[in-house]
C-alpha cells in the first residue's frame, strides 16, 4: 500500500511538471515569438545601440545609421607632406542582414528554462550584437599603389657645375619610399578601431614613409679648382664657398691648355723636371734638378691632362699670359700656398 500512493505521488508530480513545461512552452510560443510580430526582443544592442522594440525596418535603419554611416566615412591619409582621401565605400562590406538576423537570436536560441526564468522574472534576454562587416585588402593594396606612385621619388646627388668660371653646388634632393606593408596595416587598423564607429567628423591616419638619403651631398664636395684661361685666373673652392683666386699663366697659342674636367693625380715638393722630348725641349737637358730654377719651381700638381699641371716659375713677369707649353704657371708664393690646400683627387674644372 505504501508502494502503491508513493508511485501515485511521483506520477502526480511528473504530470505537473509536464504540464507547467508545456504550458510554459506554448505561452513563449504564442507571445514571444518576435520574428513573426515584426519586433526586436527587449534587451538588443547592437554596438551600444538599443533596439529594443524596433520594427525590422527600424531596426535596419538603426543598424545602418550606428554602424554603416560611420564605417564608410572618408579616412584622411596623410603621407611626407601631402594628403589623401580614403574612400571606404567598395572596400568595406557591412554586413547589416547579418546583424538583423542577430537581433531577434537570443530568444531562438536561448533554452527553454532561460526564456522561461526570465519571462517569469521580468526582465529581457540581454544581447550585445557586435559590428559585422569585411575588409578588401586586395582593394587597399590598389589604392595604396596609386598613392605610392605620387609619393615614391628617388634621391638626387647634389652636384657641382660651373657657371661663368664659378663653382655653383647644386643641392641634393632626399629620395621617398612608401613603406607598402606598413600602410596597410595601418589603415586597416584605423577602419577596424573602435574610434571608426564614432559620431566625430572625420578620422585621420599616417601610414609610414621612409627618407632615403642621396650618396653625394653638399658636404660630400671638398676642395675643387675652377681654371679661366681668358681670366687667366685659378679659383679654389671649398665646398660652394670660394676660398682664393691666383693669376697663372697659360699655353701659348701653339701649346694650348686643355679644357675639360680634370684632377691632380700626384704632388710633388721641389720636383725634378725631365725633358719631354719635344721639339721646343731638343736644346734642353735630359733633365734638371730640383731648385728655384726649375722650370717647375719648387712645387708641381700633376693631372690627369698627360703632361699638364700646376707648377711654379721664377719668371714673374709671364703670369697672366699665354707663355708656357700647356701648363699653368704660378708665382711661386702662390704655388707654395696652394700646395698644401689641394689632395690628390682634388677636382680641377679648365674652361675657355
Not at 513545461?21 to 551600444?48: C, E, I, Q
Request: charged letters at 15%; glycine letters at 6%.
Amino acid at each position: 500500500m505504501q508502494s502503491a500512493s508513493l508511485a501515485r505521488r511521483v506520477a502526480l508530480v511528473l504530470m505537473a511538471t509536464a504540464l507547467l513545461m508545456v504550458s510554459g512552452s506554448l505561452a513563449w510560443a504564442a507571445a514571444n515569438d518576435y520574428k513573426s510580430r515584426g519586433f526586436v526582443p527587449t534587451g538588443v544592442t547592437v554596438v551600444g545601440k538599443d533596439l529594443s522594440g524596433m520594427t525590422e525596418s527600424e531596426a535596419r535603419a538603426a543598424i545602418e545609421n550606428a554602424v554603416a554611416a560611420p564605417l564608410l566615412r572618408p579616412l584622411n591619409v596623410s603621407a611626407a607632406d601631402k594628403s589623401f582621401v580614403f574612400d571606404p565605400k567598395g572596400i568595406v562590406a557591412v554586413d547589416v542582414d547579418g546583424m538583423l538576423a542577430l537581433a531577434y537570436a537570443p530568444r531562438r536560441n536561448a533554452t527553454l528554462a532561460a526564456r522561461v526564468q526570465h519571462d517569469l522574472a521580468g526582465a529581457p534576454l540581454p544581447a550585445q550584437i557586435e559590428a559585422k562587416y569585411t575588409v578588401d585588402q586586395t582593394a587597399i593594396a590598389n589604392w595604396l599603389a596609386a598613392v605610392q606612385s605620387q609619393i615614391d621619388t628617388i634621391p638626387v646627388n647634389a652636384e657641382r657645375q660651373i657657371k661663368k668660371y664659378k663653382l655653383v653646388v647644386k643641392p641634393s634632393v632626399v629620395g621617398l619610399k612608401t613603406d607598402v606593408v606598413g600602410a596597410q596595416a595601418v589603415i586597416v587598423q584605423a577602419l577596424n578601431a573602435e574610434s571608426a564607429l564614432s559620431d566625430s567628423a572625420s578620422r585621420s591616419a599616417s601610414i609610414p614613409v621612409t627618407a632615403i638619403k642621396p650618396k653625394i651631398v653638399e658636404t660630400s664636395f671638398k676642395k675643387t679648382l675652377v681654371v679661366s684661361l681668358s681670366q687667366r685666373k685659378v679659383r679654389l673652392y671649398d665646398g660652394a664657398n670660394l676660398q682664393k683666386t691666383y693669376s697663372i699663366a697659360i699655353g701659348m697659342p701653339a701649346y694650348p691648355t686643355p679644357t675639360g674636367d680634370w684632377k691632380i693625380i700626384n704632388k710633388r715638393m721641389n720636383p725634378t723636371w725631365t725633358n719631354p722630348g719635344s721639339g721646343w725641349a731638343a736644346t734642353m737637358p735630359a733633365y734638371i734638378a730640383p731648385g728655384y730654377s726649375n722650370p717647375l719651381g719648387t712645387r708641381a700638381l700633376d693631372l690627369d691632362a698627360s703632361g699638364i699641371r700646376f707648377h711654379g716659375s721664377s719668371n714673374d713677369g709671364s703670369i697672366g699670359t699665354a707663355a708656357s707649353h700647356g701648363c699653368m704657371r704660378m708665382h711661386m708664393r702662390d704655388i707654395e700656398a696652394l700646395y698644401p690646400l689641394v689632395p690628390v683627387g682634388t677636382p680641377v674644372y679648365i674652361r675657355p
